[in-house]
């Protein structure tokens, strides 16, 4: 009897673990294998590349911005990656007041409006949001009509000089004419020299004139 008993349970426990077993297995055809995530960092490789891209001058000053407001930040207790739009807006109102180390004045709109660029960069290369500049926008251009009010050397826009023949021949001797987009850009300096005309009234002559970003989105 025993015996009976004990080979009856085991028989019991055999069909209950392999019900449940066979409820947890899945049932059908089986589903397609798993498909890695998007990868979440750049490789070596890839931001070595990156940084070709890069002027060396502009990587310099974008390093210097983004130090200086990692600096900030810390003294603060603020975070700076990511940083929020109020802190962007409250770093903004801070460099139009506080005196530069070098010069003993406030920053001039154009190196305020580089730092906001660095700390945009930076969030994207870390692949990042980065803060919303509504805020810090208004900030700066509350700071230019101030020093335009005041007729402040610092809110003065430094215009570039006028093309010379010299500078015309290099500069189509550095496009490539041998490309449509290359002989179109060649065509179009010299024919704004000729006018002796600024971009915008150039571009205007020439209203088929496409912009890579426009062909870019129209192919997708």
Not at 148 to 166: E, H, L, Q, Y
């Amino acid at each position: 009897m025993v015996g009976a008993v004990a080979r009856r349970g085991s028989g019991a426990a055999g069909s209950t673990a392999a019900g449940i077993s066979g409820t947890l297995a899945p049932t059908g055809p089986a589903g397609p294998p798993a498909v890695a995530g998007p990868r979440q960092e750049l490789s070596a490789a890839a931001r070595a590349a990156m940084a070709k891209g890069v002027p060396a001058q502009t990587a310099r000053g974008y390093a210097g911005d983004w130090q200086r407001f990692e600096q900030w930040a810390a003294e603060n207790g603020l975070r700076a990656m990511p940083a929020s739009a109020e802190t962007l807006t409250e770093y903004v109102a801070w460099l139009t007041v506080t005196p530069r180390p070098r010069t003993g004045r406030p920053y001039k709109p154009s190196s305020i409006d580089r730092a906001m660029a660095s700390i945009a960069v930076a969030h994207q290369a870390a692949a990042l949001p980065q803060p919303a500049q509504i805020g810090a926008r208004l900030v700066l251009r509350g700071y230019e009509a101030e020093l335009k009010t005041t007729k402040d050397p610092r809110g003065k826009v430094r215009k570039a000089g006028a093309a010379t023949p010299r500078v015309l021949r290099l500069m189509i001797a550095a496009t490539d004419t041998t490309t449509l987009i290359g002989a179109r850009d060649a065509a179009a300096l010299t024919n704004g020299f000729a006018l002796a005309a600024r971009s915008s009234e150039e571009t205007a002559t020439t209203p088929h004139r496409e912009r890579e970003s426009d062909r870019h989105n129209r192919s997708w």
